[in-house]
């Protein structure tokens, strides 16, 4: 029997992947790791980056980020240089093993798409790569528009036990679906989570969260892959939805 590729773990289809009138978006990253190239870790993020890129990431600034080592007490930093758009809330980060474009107020994956693409084009020669060793995209999806998401809002196949009546008193319910292959995967974590401000308000929000990633990827290939990492993060994100969600995110906007 052939082995199963990352392509081939998830059998479902979405009707459309031109997506929804509206959305449920809290974030969306999208990920390019490369061999570690320690001179991006210096001071100053490379100067032809920065300027393929200013047009629309003119604000510059660093963060050092703490790396807790396993099995011991030591730790490390490492430096993130970060490109800042004026407007938008998009942010592109730099590590010297990884560069990422994570939005904040999605516009939809045809313009997701076209700054990832520049953002592909202008790494391409300071990574000094043939190759990523990792490509992921990642949806984090928040559902708040009623307070009772298990009524139609999310598959019954994620909520069944809050679903069932035998339960009362819920303030989370969650799960994990893990999918790998030789090449790559996919991960969906769901769940539930209520609670009450100070006036004993209940808010209740359901997750859903979906991180798809392909592994050795020609840089020649980039975007091919991103685009069917969409793909297959579209089909499960429809999966996951309830006819009443999809009735809201099909409405138009007001």
Request: charged share 25%; aromatic share 8%; net charge negative.
């Amino acid at each position: 029997m052939n082995q199963r590729t990352a392509s081939d773990l998830v059998a479902i289809r979405a009707q459309s992947e031109k997506g929804f009138s509206r959305s449920f978006l809290r974030t969306v990253v999208c990920e390019f790791r490369f061999p570690t190239l320690m001179e991006l870790g210096g001071d100053k993020p490379p100067a032809s980056l920065v300027k393929a890129l200013r047009h629309e990431y003119p604000i510059l600034d660093f963060s050092n980020e703490v790396t807790l080592h396993l099995g011991s007490a030591a730790q490390g930093t490492a430096k993130a240089h970060l490109l800042r758009s004026s407007r938008g809330g998009w942010l592109i980060s730099l590590r010297d093993s990884a560069i990422s474009l994570e939005a904040k107020n999605y516009p939809g994956f045809d313009e997701f798409r076209r700054r990832v693409e520049a953002v592909v084009s202008a790494s391409a020669e300071v990574i000094d790569a043939e190759f990523f060793t990792r490509v992921g995209l990642r949806y984090v999806n928040a559902i708040t528009q009623t307070d009772n998401p298990v009524a139609g809002w999310v598959n019954g196949d994620l909520v069944a036990p809050v679903a069932s009546g035998a339960f009362f008193g819920i303030s989370e319910s969650s799960g994990r679906l893990t999918l790998g292959a030789d090449d790559g995967g996919c991960v969906l974590q769901y769940g539930l989570k209520a609670s009450s401000d100070k006036d004993d308000n209940l808010s209740v929000e359901y997750l859903i969260d979906i991180d798809t990633h392909r592994t050795d990827v020609p840089v020649s290939d980039a975007m091919s892959i991103v685009d069917s990492l969409h793909a297959q993060a579209f089909s499960i994100f429809d999966w996951a939805l309830g006819d009443k969600a999809k009735a809201y995110l099909n409405k138009a906007k007001e």
